[in-house]
Every structure is written in C-alpha cells, then in structure tokens.
C-alpha cells in the first residue's frame, strides 16, 4: 500500500524510512530509523527527484505508480549516486525505459560503476543549466563533496524549492512527519541533524559554506533535503546552524568532557572535573566512550568551545576506544578547540604526550597547560590540580587572563625503560640499575622527554 504526502502543488514526498537496520552507512547508530526521501513532480513532464535505499524500495515503487497513476516518467533527477540515495535507479529505469536521466558528468560514470548500465536517455548537466517541464524550471549548482564529487543540487523556480541533496540532513525516521514545523525540531531534533552533519559531511565545511554562499543569492521558500525533514518555516534557524557548523564554530561555550577508563581512577577524575565546573556555572557534557559511539562524541565535539580529554596509558599507547574517537576528531578536520588532558598510568603515563601529537594535527587547536596526570588513581591533594583545571576552562571561556605564575623550580629529571616503559624519577640513573619491571640493564633506559 502507498504511503505519500504532498510538498507543494503537484509535489510529492514519495520516499520511506527504514527502522529496521541498526546502523547507517555500516557506521552510525540510527536508533530512531532513517529516511530516504525522493519528490515526484506531476508537470507536463513528470520528474523523479533521486531513488531511494534499497532497504526500501519496495515501498518507494509503490508510491511512484500511485502517483503516476499511470502516466509515464519523463525525467529522473539525480543530484546524488549514493546508493541510500540511488540503490534504486537501475530497477527504476528498467520499470521506465522512457524516462531521461540528468545528472553531472561525473555521475553519468558512478552509474555504470554502480549499475553496470548506460541510460539509454541521458542528460549530463553543469552549473547554470536548466530544464523546464512544463510550469517549473529546474536550474543546476555543482556541490562537489556535499559529500560525494559528483553532487549537485536543484532550485524550482516557481514554487522556490531547493532539492539539496545530502545538506541540511537529519538521522531518524520520519514517523509520519514531513515538514519540520510539525515537531519541535529545535528540541526533538536538533542534536541528531548536528550528528547527521559533523559525521557525514563535517570534514568538508569549506564545500559546505560555498554551497551555502550560492544558495544565499536564492529566492528560497523551501527546502527538500534527502534525508530528514522538508523545511518550509524557519529556514534561517537551520542555514544558520549549518553556517556554524561549516565554519567550524562552537554552538556552546562549555566543556565536553571524554573519557576512556579501565577500572575507573580515570572516570573518577573526569567526573570530578565535570562537577567542579558545573559548580561555576559551566556547560558540560560527559561521556564515556567505552560505552559512547564515537558518531554522538563527535558531534558534541563540534557543538562544544573546549574539549576534555581523559584516557588511562593502554599498552604504552592511548587506550584503544578513546584513541579511535581521536582519529575520527582528526578525519572530519575540527578546528579552532580549546584542549586540557588528562592522562593516568600504574608505571608509565604516556597517553597525554601521545593525545596531544594527534590534536595538533588539527588547525587552531589550543592546549591549556594543566595537564593531570595520575598514577592509577587520584593521589592525595590531586583534587587541587583538577580545581586548577576546572579554573583554567572557565577562565579561558570567559577570556579571563590567567596571572603571572611565580618562577617554577627546576623540573625533576627522569629516565624511561624503553623495553617496558617504566620511569625512573631523578638527575641521574645509576649505572648498576636494572629495571624493576622487565630487568633490563640501565643502557635499556633513556632520558624522559
């Protein structure tokens, strides 16, 4: 049976959501499902905007013929080859052999690639060209990596729709929703069209922000993405979300907090931090990402002005969960955070030195220095250098300059096993040292960095 809703006149949502597969591109919970949107155009020429998942194509052949209704398709829009987005069109153009593809250039190769097929009816577009069915006028901009190469978007002139491909998506199920005044977005919403952006388009705000700068000389009224709600009320609450999100700008001044513990020392130490903060009036957010996907860390990460990152030392190294979330950090290009570290290991604590080697890859990272670093567990007085961390972020949040700090005395030298890791603290290490640990000779030692 057909499920379908209008858009505009002669518009129609024909697209499904799938609430049965638990992950979306293989990589990101959708515990609230996910839509696949696809429009379908009643002109004198009919227009299919995109296909759909495979997940649910059943369903979208059924609304197709529905509103069809037995005319024929004249032309199918492809603004994007992802298969979530055209799984569906070899199948479709089996179904109608009559209709005319249009799609950029570079598509016109992904759909040999992805269907082993040439439309038999193509029509490669570029920037500026246009098409008329009738009534409406379609007009074509290139949105290279929003977020594939070959992406493009449309603008109908006459009802003013933009069809923006994968921008200003959202994850979730529709739910019987279309428009996205018919739920509280900014409440319901908004923290899973952030996830939705950072994770699958994040890495590419410079692309996303000129997208926007071309749809800024636009006369738009509304907006069909293909995920996620139709916006046709309040678009510039969600192009402004998008313009911070594409500039790389925090939507919070506050802390999110991340941390990676074995047997909880480093979990205590981030919790107490977070109360600290809390008690001076900070945002926070707390996350364990042992139990946390990286996707919803991520996304708070973009949402957050400074970031806090806590792991135990896990085979001398970084400890496996937090160390994947920081490669994630660094793939998707955040810039302009504010970092404090703490780090902790029974013998040789070395997570901090190799969390910050990784963060400062990314452009406009700041460091505080006020690292923590533990010796399995928080030691007696340690609470005070957590209070000066605490103190730090606010400070730095408020653009409160930190005082003059007095002339500290001489750091205390030390000397690394570098078969094992253990650290021998002192000027000089005697050599008859063996180490305690793997009893290898002190020429198995070097001086700590």
């Known amino acids: 049976m057909h499920c379908v809703r209008p858009v505009a006149e002669n518009l129609f949502w024909v697209g499904a ?9 293989n990589a990101h919970p959708i515990p609230n499902g996910m839509s696949y949107n696809s429009y379908l155009l009643l002109d004198e020429k009919t227009v299919l905007l995109d296909t759909i998942d495979q997940s649910v194509q059943g369903q979208f052949f059924e609304n197709i013929e529905h509103v069809l209704d037995g005319r024929s398709l004249d032309y199918v829009i492809v603004h994007h080859m992802e298969p979530d987005h055209a799984a569906a069109l070899g ?22 690639q992805f269907h082993r097929v040439t439309p038999a009816k193509l029509l490669p577009v570029k920037e500026g060209d246009s098409i008329s069915t009738g009534h409406h006028t379609f007009t074509f901009y290139a949105a290279p990596m929003v977020h594939w190469p070959e992406v493009m978007v449309s603008y109908e002139s006459t009802e003013k729709i933009l ?18 005044d018919e739920v509280d977005f900014d409440r319901d919403c908004i923290d899973e069209a952030r996830r939705y952006y950072t994770n699958i388009v994040g890495k590419y705000g410079p692309q996303v922000t000129a997208l926007l700068k071309k749809a800024s000389s636009l006369d738009i009224r509304m907006i069909c993405p293909l995920h996620g709600p139709v916006w046709r009320k309040d678009l510039d ?7 911070k999100w594409a500039s790389y700008e925090p939507e919070v001044q506050g802390v999110m907090i991340a941390f990676a513990s074995v047997y909880g020392g480093t979990e205590t130490a ?18 364990d990402v042992s139990k946390t996907h990286p996707s919803y860390v991520l996304s708070e990460a973009f949402k957050y002005s400074h970031l806090v990152f806590a792991s135990t030392t896990y085979n001398n190294g970084i400890f496996v969960t937090m160390e994947n979330l920081l490669h994630d950090i660094v793939a998707h290009c955040l810039k302009n955070r504010t970092v404090a570290l703490i780090q902790n290991g029974s013998w040789a604590p070395a997570s901090g030195k190799l969390m910050r080697q990784l963060l400062e890859k990314l452009e406009g990272f700041r460091f505080l220095d006020t690292m923590v670093t533990l010796k399995s567990a928080l ?3 340690q609470d005070q250098e957590l209070e000066a961390m605490a103190q730090a972020l606010y400070d730095d949040i408020h653009g409160i300059k ?15 096993c570098t078969v ?13 040292f063996v180490c305690p640990l793997c009893r290898r000779p002190a020429s198995a030692f070097k001086p700590v960095e």
């Not at 959501?17 to 591109?25: G, K, Y």
């Not at 994968?166 to 428009?179: E, I, M, P, S, W």
């Not at 609450?237 to 313009?243: A, S, T, V």
């Open 402 to 416: 930190a005082q003059q700090e007095p002339e500290s005395a001489p750091k205390k030298k030390g000397f690394i």
């Open 237 to 243: 609450y969600m192009i402004d979300k998008h313009l």
């Open 420 to 432: 094992c890791g253990f650290i021998y603290e002192g000027d000089t290490l005697p050599d008859d």
């Open 379 to 381: 030691a007696p007085g």
């Open 270 to 287: 981030a919790t107490i931090l977070a109360a600290r903060l809390r008690e001076k009036g900070v945002p926070v957010a707390l996350y």
């Open 91 to 112: 199948d479709l153009l089996v179904r109608h052999p009559e209709a005319t593809v249009v799609c950029s250039g570079m598509a016109v190769n992904m759909i040999r």
């Open 163 to 180: 069809f923006s491909a994968d921008a200003f998506g959202t994850f979730g199920a529709l739910d019987g929703v279309l428009f996205a």
């Open 17 to 25: 959501s799938d609430r049965h597969h638990p992950l979306f591109e």
